[in-house]
């Protein structure tokens, strides 16, 4: 209900208060940046952005650090970089974490820590089985990435991907060896995860499965990262391989080999 005194107050707030969800919103997303390039995604002044950025810096859902400089030392201060505090990633929901880290504390002590891992696993698989099909759809680890990141963002996760190295596209085009790197910009379960790890090694294995290749987890936001970043390495004409239905058929194929090795024509006769 608009209060009598300050009538135009409300509608003022609330266009203030959409305005600074956005700014929130793309730093939640494709942060860190800098200020200027919020408001050219935005399309608003520079002025208005760093309003909106110094507001959040004071409320503490935002902080700063120094952008990375690229050629010779210039004059002046480097550029500053913008990007959400856990305060500010709380916007876009962190409901029921203490109910779950309850729940989950109860479920160690009563029936251990392998309890604990198989609820992660079950986690993730309700979370990206149903994107199966179309993240397993092409060969190509670099596709796979992409279509996981877009199945992550319809869960709530905010992901993307990007090549990475000198020249990735090229590198990639001639077949030489390149990476992707699958950027979660929100975790929704973070403060769990940041005392049940189980949980992002849960995905981290489940990620390695749908792409068909080794990847490497670099940064969490449940440790304290700006985003949770995975690498994924890719060669341009190698497939993905298939997802294994279980790691025991692997392992004995490792051994197979490993044999075949040491025994010339694989024990077989001459």
Known sequence: MPRAAHPHVPSQ???????????????????PMTAVVVAEQLGISPAAVR?????????????????????PRGRGRPAKLFLLTEAGRARFGHAYDDLAVSAIRFLAEHAGEDAVRAFAE???????????????????PAARAEALATALSREGYAASTRL??????????????VGAQLC??????????????????????AFAKLLGTHVQRLATIARGDSACTTHVPVT???PAHPEPESTEPSRAAQLRSTEEARIPNGGKPA
């Open 236 to 238: 341009a004409g190698q």
């Open 13 to 31: 707030v609330s266009a203030e208060g959409k305005t600074r969800h956005e700014v929130a919103r793309l730093l939640l997303e494709q942060g």
């Open 122 to 140: 079950r986690r993730i698989e309700k979370l990206v089985g149903p994107h199966r099909p179309a993240i397993t759809g092409s060969s190509d």
């Open 184 to 205: 979660q910009h929100h975790c929704p379960v973070a403060h769990v995860a940041a005392e049940f790890p189980q949980l992002c090694e849960a995905e981290t294995e």
């Open 51 to 71: 309003r909106h950025l110094d507001a959040l810096l004071a409320d503490g859902e935002a902080e700063t650090r120094d952008a990375p400089r690229r050629g």
């Open 164 to 177: 990475v190295g000198a020249n990735a596209f090229e590198k990639k085009a001639a077949g030489q060896n």
